[in-house]
């Protein structure tokens, strides 16, 4: 297969729907945000799932972006950079949550409660200084850049409109579910995760069908051959 823009934006959309997989999919059982889960098996397994998931998004928002940049304007741009800046600043936090929590578990307790606070809504001992609002800016810039990606890619009518507008309204959604218990406002991604995987899918879906088309004609081209014959 040729490196072509078609075929690296094809395989965005692959990114993208794993990744949308995966974040649905962890949301009803990932750990609890407290000191016990850190060093337990189940963090151990989730965790670095959360960060390949990271690196997933960033590539999969590039290829939707990509896909349908012409179309999508400024409001496209717009909302690509701000879910994409959402997505950098989450993997740093999660990068700590891999590789620096569990190691300072035992060291460190009080960091590790304080860090997890920022997540859980329960405030630790320590200052972790800017960490608490650049925390609440990924949830701000997570909920205006889903809701813009939404609605340019509704405006754009090149990818589906159902998941591009649960995309929009999930986002919209986000600030409800503060009100929620903390473990319960997990399951309020998975719609996220649900709109964000079918846009990949429909993406990486559409390449494909465009290779097998370019390969073996068009289906009136081989209904055309087929009657010659």
């Known amino acids: 297969m040729k490196t072509t823009a078609s075929n690296l934006i094809r395989w965005s959309g692959l990114a993208a729907m794993a990744a949308g997989i995966i974040f649905a999919g962890i949301q009803p059982i990932h750990p609890p945000d407290v000191l016990s889960s850190v060093t337990t098996g189940a963090w151990a397994i989730i965790m ?88 609440a800016a990924v949830g701000i810039l997570y909920m205006l850049g889903g809701l813009l990606v939404g609605i340019a890619t509704l405006r754009a009518g090149i990818l589906p409109r159902w998941p591009a507008g649960l995309l929009a309204v999930t986002a919209v959604a986000t600030p409800a579910a503060v009100l929620l218990p903390h473990h319960i406002q997990r399951l309020a991604a998975v719609p996220m995760g649900i709109a964000l995987a079918w846009l990949g899918y429909a993406l990486w879906s559409e390449r494909r069908a465009q290779v097998s088309e370019s390969v073996l004609g068009t289906p009136s081209a081989r209904l055309h051959q087929a009657g010659a014959k």
Do not use: D, H
């Open 48 to 135: 670095p799932l959360k960060l390949a998931m990271c690196l997933l998004f960033l590539i999969g928002i590039v290829g939707l972006y990509t896909r349908q940049v012409e179309q999508a304007g400024w409001l496209g741009l717009a909302g690509f950079l701000l879910f994409s800046l959402s997505w950098w600043l989450q993997t740093g936090y999660v990068f700590a949550e891999v590789f620096i929590l569990p190691v300072l578990a035992t060291e460190a307790p009080q960091f590790v409660e304080s860090f997890l606070g920022i997540v859980n809504g329960s405030p630790g001992e320590m200052n972790l200084g800017a960490l608490v609002p650049t925390y």
